[in-house]
């Protein structure tokens, strides 16, 4: 069945996910806020990919760089100038569209990413594309529009103090490449991972937390010799690949990955994959694999004036390493994610449960101490404050044991532990498993093992 795009979002926000930002000045256009369990597997899903791609990967490593970068930075990277889109105006309703995706709306299969403005405002004109509020067919020529938020750094505000906010993660790592090789003494090729905000001023926000103008994004780039056989293109594609199948648990038939044709290419890339989730606004970029070449490093090296070439230790030659680059955004991977485990169960004839079948280890609490009747609470706490030293717990007392259960379900949870009648005379407890609610009867000595195994599983 269809996933039901605002039930689940209805659902995100009444049990403390994803609240819309500044909501009781109104909000603020596509800002959103991550609530107690949001933040919490916002967390745990950087953890997993910092785990995957940098702490426990042989050839990586993670830095943190700045938001704010000198602007030469957006100069050498082809920022400053380049990062832009094309505008159009509706006349009539005054809104606002990029052009490429007013057109790509209506054909699908049409590439309109790689048009020029000429081609694209034809394209308008001749196909009557009307605007999508107003259904008029008055718009303005197409304008480039600048994506970067721009600042200023200090009290006056001049143009020598103007600087930006990073549209994306990866030039902190090239910048920063030199210093991070040499203090670890690394040896191509390796990586260099990194989590951060990133800032587009975009035009067309939307579909919830899939394209916003605030985001966090998880990147790494990694670099090897321009001598190395190796194909670590296909090498990091397997990778990303595998962290959404084994790690997410993500169902591979909700996505594609679809290979850039050569009109589509970045001028400095020789081949890009974007893999393509399917979400229920239609099929949208996840995460892009792009093969940089040096461009990053030449760049910053021409701008700088700093050598930035690597030299090679064995045939001593010097050369400015080739670049692959998996990047992902934190909150649309989030998104992904979220589609892909939120189910509606019908249970018999006239119960149904809404549940987040998450991983085990990215769900917000792993388990929930939950006393039969009041009369077991003290006792229950104790458990639930042992539980607290190795694992994420939660305590639920209120209303009928049947809702609790539904309660957890519906945020994730993946065991479930009651403490009734029988737990002090045989000091054992029942441990619910969430997808299948069978219940296993535990020991109270042998919870932590039982929960290890599960986890590790
Ligand atoms: P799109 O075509 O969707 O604008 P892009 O090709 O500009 O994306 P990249 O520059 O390749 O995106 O950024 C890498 C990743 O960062 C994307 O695959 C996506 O997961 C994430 N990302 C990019 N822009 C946004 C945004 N505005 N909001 C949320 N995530 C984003």
């Known amino acids: 069945m269809a996933l039901d795009f605002e039930k689940l979002i209805a659902h995100l926000k009444a049990q403390g996910f994803i609240f819309q930002g500044s909501e009781i000045y109104g909000g603020l256009a596509n800002s959103w806020d991550y609530g107690p369990l949001g933040a919490e597997l916002k967390y745990k899903l950087k953890n997993q990919w ?8 042989k050839y990586n490593i993670g830095i943190d760089t700045s938001i704010i970068l000198n602007t030469n930075v957006w100069k050498a990277s082809g920022h400053l100038g380049n990062f832009n889109d094309p505008l159009i105006d509706c006349k009539n309703c005054k809104s606002r569209f990029r052009a490429d995706k007013l057109i790509e709306e209506k054909f699908p299969n049409v590439n309109a ?3 020029s403005n000429e081609e694209l405002e034809n394209y308008i004109k001749k196909n009557n594309i009307k605007c999508p509020k107003c259904n008029e067919i008055t ?3 197409i304008r480039q529009f600048d994506l970067m938020f721009k600042t200023f750094q200090g009290p006056i505000e001049d143009d020598t103090a103007k600087v930006y906010l990073r549209p994306e993660t990866a030039q902190g790592i090239f910048v920063q490449y030199k210093n991070t090789q040499r203090s670890l003494r690394k040896k191509l ?3 260099v991972g990194q989590i951060g905000k990133s800032f587009r001023n975009e035009i067309t926000p939307g579909n919830f937390i899939f394209r916003t103008r605030e985001f966090e994004q998880m990147e790494l780039e990694f670099f090897f010799s321009p001598n190395d056989k190796y194909n670590w293109f296909d090498h990091w594609l397997n990778e990303v690949n595998e962290f959404l199948m084994n790690e997410l648990k993500i169902n591979k038939n909700n996505y594609v990955i679809r290979e850039h044709d050569k009109d589509e290419l970045s001028h400095y890339s020789n081949k890009t994959v974007d893999i393509e989730y399917n979400f229920p606004f239609g099929r949208g970029e996840l ?3 792009a093969h940089r070449s040096n461009f990053d490093l030449s760049q910053h090296q021409k ?12 045939t001593n030659e010097k050369y400015i390493p080739n670049v692959i680059e998996p990047s992902v955004g934190v909150e649309r991977l989030m998104l992904a994610l979220l589609c ?9 004839e006239n119960d149904t449960r809404t549940i987040l079948k998450l991983p085990i280890k990215l769900a917000p609490f792993l388990v929930a101490v939950l006393p039969l009747q009041k009369k077991q609470s003290s006792f229950s706490i104790n458990l639930f404050e042992n539980l607290l030293k190795n694992f994420d717990a939660t305590y639920d007392e209120t209303g009928n044991i049947g809702k609790r259960y539904r309660r957890q379900d519906a945020i994730g949870t993946p065991f479930c532990i009651t403490v009734d009648f029988d ?3 045989d000091n054992s407890v029942t441990i619910r498993d969430r997808d299948t609610m069978n219940q296993d009867r535990v020991a109270i000595k042998d919870i932590n093992l039982y929960l290890y195994n599960k986890i590790n599983n």
């Open 303 to 314: 701008f700088s004036g700093e050598d930035l070439s690597y030299l090679d230790p064995e």
């Open 287 to 289: 995460w892009g694999i």
């Open 50 to 57: 910092w785990n995957f791609f940098v702490r426990r990967n």
């Open 113 to 115: 990413g790689t048009f």
């Open 423 to 425: 737990t002090e005379l």
């Open 139 to 141: 718009f303005t020529n």
């Open 189 to 191: 090729p390796f990586g």
């Open 340 to 348: 892909d485990v939120f189910y509606e169960e019908k249970i018999n």
